[in-house]
């Protein structure tokens, strides 16, 4: 079954230090999001994104963070200048386009980001 | 805003016990409605979904999940659980209609099951 993989697993960054997330979507998905969990806290949104452009995002999602579908299989998210508060399990998901089942989010394991 | 709320945090059943995990979205609109499930070191699967219909809904694993409009829930059940049902278990909701995908999580609720 296909599975939407993130790399890596675990990322420990000091304050102030740009970190890359990265996930691979399922292949004939074409919507990506990305998600946070901080500890001991709920999951919660940071941006979705269709055909090459993000098409929402929360208030989470600031200056700091960016986007990019650099190829045809990556989904990366990038954090310019990490900060303590940053630290959170990092969720990629992805869906189908179009239809009932674009509503149906397949996530990644996590990537758990240490800011210290 | 849209919100979900479940009461549950920890839960301890004995393995045969049924369950019931309650669920309360607040939204405005209609609503789509999942139950996401995260075993032990793995990533969240969904484990059953609500758009529109019957309101009850059956998923994987023997669970199903009642949509009650009247009183903005979406509990899920299960006549009797096995200890490979261990895990946390999500509720989230996402506005219909809207073109709008961005999941809104409940905090979790840790389901232990006893052998």
């Known amino acids: 079954e296909p599975e939407v993989t993130q790399t890596p697993s675990h990322q420990v960054t000091q304050m102030g230090q740009e970190v890359i997330l990265r996930c691979v979507p399922i292949s004939n998905h074409l919507y990506f999001y990305w998600y946070r969990q901080i500890l001991g806290q709920k999951v919660e949104f940071l941006v979705s994104?269709?055909?090459?452009?993000?098409?929402?995002k929360s208030e989470i999602f600031d200056d700091q963070f960016s986007v990019e579908r650099p190829d045809g299989s990556n989904f990366t998210l990038k954090i310019r200048s990490t900060k303590l508060e940053d630290s959170a399990m990092y969720f990629c998901?992805?869906?189908?386009?179009?239809?009932?089942?674009?509503?149906?989010?397949?996530f990644g394991p996590g990537t758990r980001l240490t800011v210290t | 805003a849209q919100s979900v709320s479940q009461h549950n945090h920890h839960v301890i059943l004995s393995e045969a016990a049924s369950l019931e995990l309650g669920c309360n979205y607040s939204?405005?609109?209609?609503?789509?409605l999942f139950w996401y499930v995260q075993y032990p070191g793995q990533h969240l699967q969904l484990l059953l979904k609500?758009?529109?219909?019957?309101?009850l809904v059956k998923g994987i694993k023997g669970f199903e999940a009642e949509f009650i409009k009247s009183k903005f829930s979406f509990n899920l059940r299960k006549p009797s659980v096995q200890w490979s049902d261990t895990a946390e278990y999500f509720c989230a909701s996402e506005g219909a209609y809207t073109g709008r995908r961005a999941l809104t999580f409940g905090s979790g609720t840790r389901l232990q099951v006893q052998p």
């Open positions: 998901a992805s869906s189908e386009a179009g239809g009932i089942a674009s509503y149906e989010q397949y």
């Open positions: 939204y405005g609109g209609t609503v789509n």
């Open positions: 609500y758009f529109s219909g019957d309101p």
């Open positions: 994104f269709y055909n090459n452009e993000i098409s929402e």
